[in-house]
């Protein structure tokens, strides 16, 4: 099937009115998508005011804030109004990219249609439960994940990790990797700035222990707070530099009282800041991928992480990083030890990581969501000329 035979509808939680890794990669795709003849229409709640401008048509859904974390919408489902606007559309491939009331609602209406609906997979949801003590009803999630991925024609996911945990769950069995790439005119080595950091007060020599994203429990923030404690109990000398805005600011500030928190950046501001750091640090066991972990190894950071799925699909343990089980306060900080006392290593494991890095297109990358498309059409049409 050519691409300009295709008619992508794409529901979203969140396309672009808080600023994160998984949508920036949906917004990516729709560009890549619309370059090559794709036609694409795109569903999400909207707010007044977004992170930034959408790339493609966005239809307004429904939605309300979301309990304790106002910055994020809940989609409750398809109006008529947007239903009317979906049969006009007329799509060939449904794509959801988030476990709503709103996607359920959608893959429901390509399965009356005959339509293949395909899912993207960005965040482990389950996992976010235990940071707000919620452990109790993780297996009820899971249970509905389920329900909804298999209903799936296809599942897209950025990791061969992250497949092998949907695999285990028994989510779907047609699972294709759609990966990330990192925009390396942007994240570079060459974006460090030694006089940048002394404006913030941090000397050349200093150890800087950089941590990225939004600043939400579920990145792992107490993890990193602990690391950081026991660094200082050791007395092994850092700086923390926390790039990022989120609810949860004022509770780390707390936790970090000597850190550098120079709020959200983006652009060639971004990509300074974390090409001056020294060392990553991503104790998070949330992501699919790691976005961040990707943009800090293109900017040839060494990088510590959990072994979860977003770490393990790039982060080769004593390579390009160290890996530790998740909550392991020792191991974590034995590892940042281990590059502090060693800035050879630090270079060699940041450009090892930055090479991985260079291998990662992102043209390359959006070209098997096309494909994935591709063959769920072909698969449908297979199944329909059996039954007939």
């Known amino acids: 099937m050519a691409p300009e035979d295709l008619r992508i509808a794409l529901i979203s939680g969140n396309y672009n009115y808080v600023r994160d890794g998984a949508n920036q990669a949906l917004n990516r795709l729709v560009g890549f998508l619309l370059g090559k003849g794709v036609k694409v229409r795109v569903y999400s709640p909207t707010v007044a005011t977004p992170a930034f401008p959408p790339v493609g048509d966005l239809v307004s859904l429904p939605s309300i804030a979301a309990p304790g974390r106002p910055e ?30 709103s996607s359920h609602r959608a893959v429901s209406w390509a399965r009356r249609r005959n339509i293949p609906a395909i899912a993207s997979v960005h965040t482990r ?35 061969e990790s992250t497949a092998a945990v949907l695999r285990a769950q028994r989510m779907n069995r047609n699972i294709a990797i759609w990966s990330r790439g990192v925009d390396r005119t942007q994240f570079n080595p060459d974006r460090r700035d030694l006089g940048w950091r002394r404006g913030l007060g941090i000397g050349d020599d200093e150890l800087v222990l950089a941590f990225l994203g939004r600043i939400v429990m579920e990145k792992g923030l107490d ?7 026991e660094l200082t109990r050791r007395g092994i000398a850092h700086r923390v530099l926390v790039i990022g805005e989120g609810p949860a600011r004022g509770w780390f500030e707390k936790a970090l009282p000597n850190g550098v928190f120079i709020g959200h950046q983006e652009g060639p501001d971004l990509a300074r800041a974390l090409a001056s750091s020294d060392l990553f640090l991503n104790p ?18 060494p990088v510590v992480a959990v072994s979860a799925t977003g770490a393990t699909s790039l982060v080769r343990d004593g390579e390009t990083g160290t890996l530790a089980e998740p ?43 096309l494909t994935t498309y591709a063959r769920a059409i072909e698969r449908r049409e297979r199944l329909g000329r059996r039954k007939g």
């Open 284 to 301: 998070s066991i949330t992501e699919t991928f790691g976005n961040v972990t990707l943009e800090a190894m293109a900017c040839a950071l």
């Open 125 to 159: 949801f389950e996992t976010y439960l235990a940071y707000y003590h919620l452990e109790l009803f993780e297996p009820a999630v899971r249970a509905g994940l389920r329900r909804l991925y298999r209903r799936c024609d296809s599942l897209l996911v950025p990791a």
């Open 327 to 369: 909550g392991d306060i020792a191991a974590l900080t034995d590892a940042v030890a281990t590059y502090a006392a060693d800035p050879d290593l630090r270079r060699r494991h940041g450009e090892a990581g930055l090479a991985f890095a260079e291998t990662q297109d992102w043209d390359v990358i959006n070209a098997a969501v």
């Open 72 to 101: 994020y919408r809940i989609p409750l489902g398809l109006t008529r109004a947007v239903r009317r606007d979906l049969e006009a559309f007329a799509p060939n491939i449904v794509h959801i990219a988030s476990p709503d009331i």
């Open 223 to 229: 993890v990193f707070a602990a690391v950081h404690d």
